[in-house]
Structure formats: C-alpha cells, structure tokens
C-alpha cells in the first residue's frame, strides 16, 4: 500500500534554530548525565519550554506543523550538545510523526474508526503542550522484535489490561505517557505480525503514567547513558481510546508501510552525534602541542588524513539524510522513498561509529580519560548501529530489495 499524500503542513518551521536555543545548555549537562546514567529533568524543561515536544504537531492542534525534514534539522543540532537528550526526544517525536504524519485517508482504509481521530488529536494536543512520551517497546531477550515480545494484553471491562516488563524506554522516569507495544493474550507466541492484524495481533497502546505503571532502574550501559533507558513493569487497566489506530494490529501495519518513524528518525540524532565528536577533536587536534612537535597533531599528514576521510563521510551522511527526510515529506511511504528510509540509517551507524573511532585515534590517548567529550561521544556514536534496524537489518532489507525481493515478505525471518 502506497501512502503518496503529505500530511498537511504548517507555516515555515525552524527546526535548528528552535534547537540551537538550547544547545548549550544540554551539552553543560551531557557529562554528568553520563557518569550518573540519568536524564537530566531540566532538559525536558528546555526542550519543552522550546517548543520542541510539539515539533511535529500540527499548528491546528497548538504544535509547530514540521516535518520529518524540520526534526532532522533539529536532531542534529541537538546532538551536538547532547547526543542521549537528542535520542530521547527521538523517541517522544517518532510517536507525535507516526500520529501526526499518517494520512487520514490511509488510517481509514487500513480499518482506524472514526472515534481513533478525536482520541489521536487530545494526545498531539498534549504533546504540543509539553506532555512527554516514553517509547516501551524493546523487552529482554527480544530487543524491539515485535515477533518476540512477552508483553501481553487482553480485552477487560471496555478497556485492556496490558501486563509485562519493557527495557531500553529512554526517559522512562520522567514519562507524561509510554507508547507501549504489546501481543494479544491469546496470540501464538512465536506468531509473527501480519498484514491483516491476525494471529500476532501485535499492537500499540498509549499508556499513562500512575498505578500500575513502576519504573525499575537498570540502566548502566556501554553509551547513551544520559538517556536513562530504565526497565518499565506495566500490570495496568487503560481504557479503549488508548489502543493507537482504534484497530488492533493496524500500527503495526502503519509503520511497516510507512518506516520512517520506525527506522529512519534515529539517522539525524547520529549524523549529529559524528559531527560532534569530529568538532572536538578537531578542537583537540588544533590545541595539541609539544616541545618536540610546534605545529601540534594537526601538522601530521597521518592525522589530517583522518579528518579529510571524516569529513568526506560526514558531509555524504548528510546528503542521504537530508534526501531521505525530502522524500518523507513529499512522498511518504512509497517504494524509493523507504529505499532512503532505510540507507540513512544504515549509514548514520556506521558512520558515526567509524568516525568517533578514527578521530579518537588521531588524538591519542589522552582523549579517552574518562570526563573527556570524545571518550563519551565514542562510546555514543558506537551504539547507532545497534539501535534497531540494526546496520545488518538494513542491509539485509536493501539487499533483498536491490535483488528485485520483497524485503518484507521475502525475508527468512520476521524483520521484527
């Protein structure tokens, strides 16, 4: 099913410069944030009194009416200071895009009742007016595979009781709401989702925060630690308005046809992220001096080598990013476009991970202490291409897809 027609868009929208306001302020914070694995609260503050919850919500509802183009704008700025706190507004943006950016046409034919819209504007309303969302999907032992989650719901009372442990919710003690994805009780649990919603019956719910819903800390990880990924334990009634597309089963087709807020929104954040760590260490590199050596690293053919190859990659990654966000915005969903969808995360990995490490080995040593920036942006940029699709996924999708397979139907295994 092809999705060709945009959502409708607002008025002209400053993504970077929205970010830039607080920019600064996050990166004064990113290095506490990542000793004490936590997300510091005041960036919500300044994330929220920015405006930037509401990004992508439509100015009808009280938001900015961007675009997927205006949040790659701004994830990239953003990084620079802060490469988690720009991972966790990802997360809270990829819910507002997937709502906001659906078309109402394409909702309908895929089955979302009519009561799904109202139920969809109070929640971009909110978000607009600073609620934060914390996505709860990834579980141990099954990543953010869809086909393997443990996570179960059942009809209760008009509503659904949800019950189950998520990990990796980024922000998950200063959730407003968690989009939760959760198996239906009575599905197979080895089934993998479908197009028709069937024997998975994998869905989506909008979950608040309050009893029912603990948070369990248990994060300390290799990088992004300033994201505060904790484990969330949801035994939990919620009423029918919160099942996402009113239809279970359907976001789960929605993202698969449409990938980019599934996929590709993760591409800008590590874009971001390579840029940052080769800034610092081009700060480094040029401050770096000895006796022996006057002209510091930066005289050293080797060393410059290292920054002409990064940049070269840098630049390239931003190209792929900003034409995959183009095509987002104009053509959404279609066959070319998710080829983009898929490239720029794919290569948003890869390079920001080969760039953090070339650029660390420029600079020596003395720039992986611990407290120092680019020991803390390696150990970020390192986790880009295991976030999901992970580089492989990618890969393996564009693969099937360059040799004329449906990269959907045709792959071994569930893709999620």
């Known amino acids: 099913m092809n999705a060709t027609i945009p959502a409708p868009r607002g ?81 809270h943006t990829s819910v507002v895009g997937a709502l906001a950016g659906t078309p109402d046409g394409l909702a309908r034919t895929m089955g979302a009742p009519e009561s799904f819209f109202a139920a969809r504007d109070r929640m971009l309303a909110r978000a607009a007016a600073g609620e934060f969302i914390a996505v709860a999907m990834s579980e141990r032992g099954a990543g953010s595979r869809l086909s393997e989650l443990r996570t179960r719901y059942r009809r209760e009372d008009g509503g659904y009781r949800i019950t189950g442990v998520k990990s990796f919710c980024s922000g998950a003690s200063h959730a407003d709401v968690y989009f939760v994805a959760a198996r239906a009780e009575d599905a197979a649990p080895d089934a993998a989702p479908d197009a028709d919603g069937g024997a998975a019956r994998i869905s989506h719910f909008l979950v608040p925060r309050g009893a029912g819903v603990r948070v369990e800390p248990a994060w300390d990880t290799l990088g992004m630690r300033g994201t505060g990924s904790h484990d969330v334990r949801f035994d939990v009634r919620v009423p029918a308005e919160a099942l996402v597309g009113g239809l279970e089963g359907l976001s789960s087709l929605v993202a698969q046809v449409m990938p980019q807020w599934l996929v590709a929104s993760y591409a800008a954040v590590y874009a971001g992220v390579g840029r940052a760590a080769f800034d610092a260490g081009v700060a480094h590199a040029r401050a770096r001096r000895t006796a022996g050596m006057p002209g510091g690293l930066a005289a050293l053919p080797a060393v410059r080598a290292r920054f002409g190859h990064a940049d070269a990659a840098l630049a390239a990654l931003d190209a792929v990013v900003d034409e995959c966000a183009r095509r987002v915005d104009a053509d959404p969903g279609s066959a070319s476009t998710n080829r983009w969808v898929w490239r720029a995360k794919l290569l948003a990995g890869r390079t920001a991970q080969d ?17 120092h920036p680019l020991e803390r942006l390696y150990r970020d940029a390192r986790c880009g291409s295991l976030q999901p699709a992970t580089t492989d996924v990618c890969a393996d999708w564009l693969g099937l897809a360059a040799l004329g397979g449906d990269p959907e139907a045709d792959a071994d295994v569930a893709r999620w």
């Open 355 to 371: 760039v953090a490490a070339s650029v660390v080995e420029a600079c020596g040593t003395a720039v992986t202490r611990r407290g």
């Open 11 to 91: 008025p002209a929208v400053d993504g970077a410069g929205l970010a830039g306001s607080v920019v600064d302020a996050l990166a004064a914070r990113a290095g506490a944030a990542d000793r004490d694995g936590e997300l510091p609260g005041a960036d919500l503050d300044d994330l929220r009194a920015a405006g930037l919850f509401g990004l992508l919500v439509p100015a009808r509802l009280g938001g900015s009416g961007g675009g997927f183009a205006d949040w790659a704008d701004a994830a990239r700025v953003l990084a620079a200071g802060s490469g988690a706190t720009a991972l966790v507004l990802n997360m």
